[in-house]
Antibody, heavy 117, light 106 residues
Framework: EVQLVESGGGLVQPGGSLRLSCAAS????????MSWVRQAPGKGLEWVSV???????YYADSVKGRFTISRDNSKNTLYLQMNSLRAEDTAVYYC???????????WGQGTLVTVSS | SYVLTQPPSVSVAPGQTARITCGGN??????VHWYQQKPGQAPVLVVY???DRPSGIPERFSGSNSGNTATLTISRVEAGDEADYYC?????????FGTGTKVTVL
């Protein structure tokens, strides 16, 4: 059974950093495209980043230069390192599997990041 | 950047048909995917590649895509279909989500 479990969310001050983790089971992270999607309170879905099976990475303009997506093949885990956090980064962050850089077929339950002083 | 536009809300009576549009420049040339999201839950894929359904999704959910508009159709709407729906495409190696549509079952 495919499962994605996010962790690492919490309250952080503006300008601070946080690292989110997404532990996968039932499939191999490194053999798939994996993505992060976020949702601000009461708002719609916003794509954040993707890492291809070959290692290429892409980011939304809103986070480029501040966020870094990576994976640990030995732990079958996806990460999102978030630096220089802003109030507008406050959201529930979901990790998702993306077969063939197309649709998001499996999602985690999400982890809440709150950026506030 | 590529923009997908959806109506903010659609209201439908039980047993009737709901149609949710997703507008984008020449969207017919892209593969469109649709998600259902209920309050406090993660999104669920309901249609992929314009018109295919994942296993476990009722046949009542169907999709089409042509020109500048993709459409998600929910036939014989049930109370449990009340949710937010999002369309999504991939553009220049970046994911793009629609603005979202709240479906209310009257």
């Amino acid at each position: 059974e495919v499962q994605l479990v996010e962790s690492g969310g919490g309250l952080v001050q503006p300008g601070g950093s946080l690292r989110l983790s997404c532990a996968a089971s039932g499939f191999t992270v490194s053999s798939n495209y994996m993505s992060w999607v976020r949702q601000a309170p009461g708002k719609g879905l916003e794509w954040v980043s993707v890492i291809y099976s070959g290692g290429s990475t892409y980011y939304a303009d809103s986070v480029k230069g501040r966020f870094t997506i990576s994976r640990d093949n030995s732990k079958n885990t996806l990460y999102l390192q978030m630096n220089s956090l802003r109030a507008e980064d406050t959201a529930v962050y979901y990790c998702a599997r993306v077969p063939h850089a197309g649709y998001f077929d499996y999602w985690g339950q999400g982890t809440l990041v709150t950026v506030s002083s | 950047s590529y923009v997908l536009t959806q109506p903010p809300s659609v209201s439908v009576a039980p047993g009737q048909t709901a149609r949710i549009t997703c507008g984008g420049n020449n969207i017919g040339s892209k593969s469109v995917h649709w998600y259902q999201q209920k309050p406090g839950q993660a999104p669920v894929l309901v249609v992929y590649d314009d018109s295919d359904r994942p296993s476990g999704i009722p046949e009542r959910f169907s999709g089409s895509n042509s020109g500048n508009t993709a459409t998600l159709t929910i036939s014989r709407v049930e109370a449990g279909d009340e949710a937010d729906y999002y369309c999504q495409v991939w553009d220049s190696s970046r994911g793009v989500f629609g603005t979202g549509t709240k479906v209310t079952v009257l």
